[in-house]
């Protein structure tokens, strides 16, 4: 299950130093007690949408723009692969991430193709 989490940047801007450090603790914190509880598979915290190059390809042609696909209120900033063993497991650990409090955590299932099954990565 992948929990997608989205928050406003301009809040995340404006945050102090200190109020960052916070933060962060706060993600440690949930990150050490799921981890030890073997749920978070992988994570990651990404760059902000000043610093992302949006592709598209039309007609065989690949058109790249500086900048996020589409201006938003919540941009996605991160996300964390979780193993559980059903959805409302994952509904529950994506409660405990920080960011719930403040911005949107979107969990969705992880479609496997069972034609790939096995296949070679």
Known sequence: ?????????SRWDAFS?????A???QYRAFAEDSGMAGV???DGELASTRDATTVRVRDGESLVTDGPYA???EALGGYFVFECES?????EYAAKIPGAQHG???V??????????????
């Open 23 to 25: 933060v962060y603790a």
């Open 40 to 42: 978070i598979v992988a």
């Open 108 to 121: 969705r299932p992880i479609y496997v193709d069972p034609a790939a099954d096995g296949a070679a990565s």
């Open 17 to 21: 130093d200190e109020e960052r450090e």
């Open 71 to 73: 201006e938003v209120k």
């Open 87 to 91: 959805m409302d497991e994952a509904v």
């Open 104 to 106: 949107a955590i979107e």
């Open 1 to 9: 299950v992948m929990a997608l989490l989205y928050g406003d940047e």
